[in-house]
């Protein structure tokens, strides 16, 4: 019979899987029992619906068999089973999940390792060459009398032929490696340690998982003995025994679960190699009754950014799952959380147009949304270091969920939010902050910059400074529209240092800045038309202590948000631009030049006015339009 090769693709996966340095070759249990009970979910789920299926609820069930003689595993169930195009197109190609085209964007940017690739995503079927040198697969699909053999030793490709079978259902045979230096797989092939690996990996499963177990009984012989009494003796007989308790462990009592199991059940179910940051259990009664367990990731699944990551969390019928991912349930601001919905109230035959019109989803979406942000509070109050992990892995998807459909999760997210402190040197948050300003204090003060360094030497956060004030670093490109998407927090206004007024002086101050501005007005003026359209205003600073200029903007447009649209292509970018105001310091000697060149030498001041706008530019992060006339006019300084 003629091999047919595995996809180039899958060759590849499945040289990785072989030769795996992953840690748990014992998974592949887990993922083989989980492809079983996806099949009687197909199975059932059409028996609802089908007589024809001729098989009730209680019929179902996964068996496996081991045996140490022939080093061979098999795991059988009466699911949905495979035509042949299934399977050739189910297991002769690996890991469409776009797991592939994936692992090769992370090999080119070198970040991703092999252990992450398969916890990222799990192979399912092909885990099982990690403990095999072959592996049979026989199957009948539902509607078919025909059954077919699929059957693979590794990289060298696999066989089809058609097959003897009874019974709708797939059997998944999988002879085990002789022990090398790297595993003892003899240690899988015993009924004790099989029922060890269902117990820890597959509990949950709903369907029993049953193993032939050999079992001592006490028989009569037929005889009696001297005082009467019928003679006993001991025989072996085979007996099926249920391994799985099949109770969710959603299900269970809160207190019956530990800290461990559910944990393992995390991992396990999201292929995340460590632990949540934090397991929220739900059980709620009242308008909808539903039981939920949750779980907020420590670490961001290297997906999550892209269209690759697919939100929402499993909904379950009183332990029947009906949908993978449902997004109704939980908002987008926390599209993170992972975990499982349960309500007997659901139907069976759950469709996106009920759900989305569903009145249930709305309330249980609501309730979700409530304990999400009550946990990532008390997080953050009580576990600060694991928040900021946290933060550090989901804070930019918070800010985007702040700004995001014109605020409408504004009030939810504001107290999750941190940014970088000034004084603290790290992440702090607006409650935090706010908490420790100064008495007279009457603004959040923040700037907008590439970066924390860039931000240090900001010639306006002088003042702030010399203050005692506190400064909200934002680095982020959202951070400015979320400061105005909020405006103030708990009425204390944010006041961007670089724009907006500091809110410092007293009257008498302003008016005697006003009246200086008033005195140097003809020369402002100067200054503007020498600039043209490069700038909208010339003023004086109040601002400015030893710094002889900055460039701020005024109206709506920031200059960060500029230079935010300026990295977009298209229309837009051409558009946004800020109406730039420079400031200049009255009390600094490059000020008092310039001031006496207007007197006396036109053409040099306009020359000093083009060297201050030129320098105020590049304190900004903004391109100089002509860097070679500034060099020129700087040169011609000496
Ligand atoms: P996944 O389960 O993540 O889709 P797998 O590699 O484990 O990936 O399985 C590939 C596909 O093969 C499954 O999606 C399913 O369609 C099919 N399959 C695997 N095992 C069985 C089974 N026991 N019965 C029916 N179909 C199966």
Request: charged share 30%; with cysteine.
């Amino acid at each position: 019979m003629a091999k047919k090769q595995f996809k180039t693709e899958s060759k590849r996966v499945l040289e990785l899987m072989i030769n795996s340095i992953y840690t748990h070759p014992e998974i592949f249990l887990r993922e083989i029992i989980s492809n079983a009970s996806d099949a009687i979910d197909k199975l059932c789920y059409l028996s609802l619906t089908d007589e024809r299926v001729g098989l009730q609820r209680a019929d179902f069930r996964i068996k496996i068999g081991v045996s140490e003689e022939t080093r061979m595993i098999s795991v059988s169930d009466n699911g949905i089973g495979m035509t042949r195009e299934e399977l050739e197109s189910n297991l002769g190609v690996i890991a469409r999940s776009g797991s592939l085209k994936f692992r090769n964007e992370m090999e080119k940017s070198g970040e991703a390792s092999d252990l992450d690739i398969i916890g990222q995503f799990g192979v399912g079927f092909y885990s099982a060459f990690m403990v095999s040198d072959r592996v049979t697969v026989i199957t009948r699909a539902y509607g078919s009398d025909t059954a077919y053999k699929w059957e693979s030793a590794g990289t060298d490709g696999y066989t089809i032929e058609e097959w003897q079978k009874d019974g709708v259902g797939t059997d998944v045979i999988m002879r085990i490696k002789p022990d090398a230096e790297e595993s003892e797989y003899t240690r899988f092939l015993n009924d004790m340690s099989i029922g060890q690996l269902v117990k820890k990996y597959s509990d949950f499963i709903r369907w029993p998982i049953v193993i032939d177990a050999v079992e001592a009984e006490e028989v009569e012989t037929g005889e009696t003995d001297a005082d009467g009494k019928p003679v006993m003796k001991q025989i072996s007989k085979t007996v099926e025994r249920t391994i799985n308790s099949r109770v969710p462990i959603w299900q269970r009592p809160k207190d019956e679960v530990s800290q461990e199991e559910s944990d393992e059940f995390y991992q396990n179910i999201y292929y995340d190699y460590e632990p949540p940051a934090e397991t929220i259990r739900v059980s709620a009664e009242g308008q909808v009754a539903y039981q939920a367990l949750l779980f907020i990731p420590g670490r961001a699944p290297a997906n999550f950014f892209s269209d690759l990551f697919e939100p929402g969390l499993q909904l379950y019928s009183n332990g029947v799952m009906i949908m993978e991912r449902c997004k109704e349930v939980i908002p987008g601001c926390f599209r993170f959380v992972r975990g499982v919905v349960d309500s007997p109230d659901f139907p069976l035959n759950i469709s996106r147009e009920t759900l989305q019109s569903g009145r249930q989803l709305r309330i249980i979406q609501t309730n979700i949304e409530k304990k999400v942000k009550n946990a990532l509070r008390r997080l953050m109050d009580e576990e600060p270091e694991k928040y900021e992990k946290f933060y550090a892995a989901f804070g930019l998807h918070l800010k985007y969920g702040v700004v995001e459909n014109y605020g409408e999760k504004k009030d939810l997210l504001t107290d999750l939010l941190m940014f970088y402190s000034s004084k603290e040197k790290k992440p702090v948050s607006l409650r935090a902050y706010k908490e420790k300003m100064l008495p007279e204090q009457k603004r959040v003060y923040y700037v907008c910059t590439d970066s924390i360094a860039s931000a240090e030497s900001l010639p306006q956060a002088e003042q702030i400074r010399e203050k005692g004030y506190e400064i909200l670093y934002m680095t982020d490109d959202v951070d400015d529209f979320i400061v105005r998407r909020l405006e103030s927090y708990e009425d204390v206004k944010f006041c961007n240092i670089t724009n907006d007024d500091l809110g410092l002086e007293t009257e008498e101050e302003k008016a005697e800045a006003e009246k200086q501005q008033a005195q140097y007005r003809t020369l402002l003026d100067f200054i503007k038309e020498t600039l043209g359209e490069g700038v909208a205003d010339v003023r004086l600073s109040r601002k400015l202590k030893s710094h002889p200029v900055y460039l701020t903007s005024e109206g709506e447009i920031s200059i960060e948000m500029e230079k935010y649209f300026a990295l977009m292509k298209g229309d837009m970018s051409q558009k946004i631009k800020a109406r730039r105001v420079l400031e200049l310091n009255a009390s600094h000697a490059a000020f008092k030049s310039l001031e006496q060149a207007f007197e006396t030498d036109k053409d040099r001041a306009e020359k000093l006015a083009k060297i201050l706008h030129s320098q105020a530019l590049l304190i900004a992060g903004l391109p100089l339009e002509n860097p070679a006339e500034y060099t020129e006019l700087i040169c011609g300084l000496f």
